[in-house]
């Protein structure tokens, strides 16, 4: 039986003492599930003294990125033993704002700056090794845009872009893995992936990955959905056999959201 896993991405939101202030509201108003593992993923900057916060609760910490060495001349970057030092379990590899192909450019933008984020297959398959090697479980986004949908291409590319996550780790390693199924179109924009279409494509990722590491390997991957999960979607959402969780961000800014939607667990 795999646990569910609930996971806020913060993205580059809330001062230090609003990130102290939620995770306290979240203290209180998170309903007691057995079954499931709730995170949050606050910025670098709040990851300490939220830590501080969550000291004796079941809540756990995560980061939204990591790079690949342990030490040394990379400015801005940070390492995984960094993470760990701070009480980080879980790290948010190769989010669609991170990746290089940006499916949804503001219009007073300059998309080419975003580009410059850089995310690749490879760098994922790098962070993910390093996160893994430090004792850190990755949660490994994938998912197309909405022209590469359109295309009919997503299936496809889906599956490459686990492939290559994947590259050179071992089968007892990607047991530890999560994934997130995290459609770029569904992404903040209030559009959700319809949910048999989500599950899906989680199940998709889940055979792609019983292809290369067997069937024992891939039941124990969890496989979350992300883009728009909110307190109105997630009980259709988290019913499906293949999704074993969520990846929110908007809705995981406000607590109240956030219980709501640990709450739809079944
Ligand atoms: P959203 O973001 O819930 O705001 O759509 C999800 C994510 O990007 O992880």
Same mark, same amino acid.
């Given at each position: 039986?795999? *646990?569910y896993?609930?996971?806020g991405n913060?993205?580059?939101n809330k001062?230090?003492s ?6 306290n509201?979240?203290?209180r ?7 499931v593992?709730v995170?949050v993923c606050?910025?670098y900057t709040s ?11 079941n809540i756990l ?5 990591v +790079? ?6 990379y400015?801005?970057q ?5 993470l760990k030092?701070v ?5 948010i ?8 192909? +940006?499916g949804?450019p503001?219009p007073?933008f300059? /998309?080419?700056?975003l580009?410059? +984020?850089? /995310?690749s297959? /490879?760098?994922v398959?790098?962070k993910?090794?390093a @996160?893994?090697s430090a004792?850190?479980?990755p949660?490994i986004c994938v998912g197309?845009?909405?022209s590469e949908?359109k295309?009919?291409i997503s299936?496809g590319?889906?599956?490459?872009q686990?492939?290559?996550?994947l590259?050179g780790i071992s ?7 999560? +994934? @997130? ?9 209030g /559009? ?5 279409e @989500? ?10 990955i019983?292809?290369l590491f067997?069937s ?5 991957? *969890?496989?979350?959905y992300?883009?728009s999960?909110?307190p109105?979607n997630?009980?259709d959402? &988290?019913a ?6 969520g990846l929110?961000?908007?809705?995981? &800014?406000k607590a109240?959201d956030f219980s709501?939607i640990v709450?739809?667990?079944e």
């Open positions: 039986m795999r *646990r896993l609930i996971a913060w993205k580059m001062l230090t609003e990130a102290v202030a939620l995770v509201e979240l203290k108003s998170l309903p007691a599930k057995k079954n593992d995170l606050p910025t990851l300490y003294p939220v830590k501080s916060v969550l000291e004796g609760s910490l995560g980061a939204q990125d +790079f690949w060495k342990e030490s040394g001349a400015t801005s940070i390492s995984p033993s960094m030092d009480g980080v379990t879980y790290v590899i190769g989010h669609s704002e991170t990746r290089g192909r +940006f949804v503001e007073d300059d /998309e080419t700056i580009k410059h +984020f850089g /995310e297959d /490879e760098t398959n790098r993910a090794k @996160a893994l004792g850190l479980i949660i197309e845009t909405l949908r295309e009919g299936d590319l889906i599956a490459e686990v492939k290559k996550a590259d089968g007892e390693d990607v047991a530890k893995l999560v +994934f @997130a199924y995290e459609p770029v179109w569904a992404i903040g924009t /559009e959700t992936c319809e949910s048999d @989500a599950d899906r494509v989680c199940h998709l990722i889940r055979t792609t019983e292809g067997g024992a390997v891939c039941e124990q991957v *969890r496989i979350q992300g883009g999960m909110k109105s997630a009980k959402l &988290l499906k056999t293949n999704i074993d969780g929110i961000g908007g809705a995981s &800014l109240g709501a709450d739809a667990v």
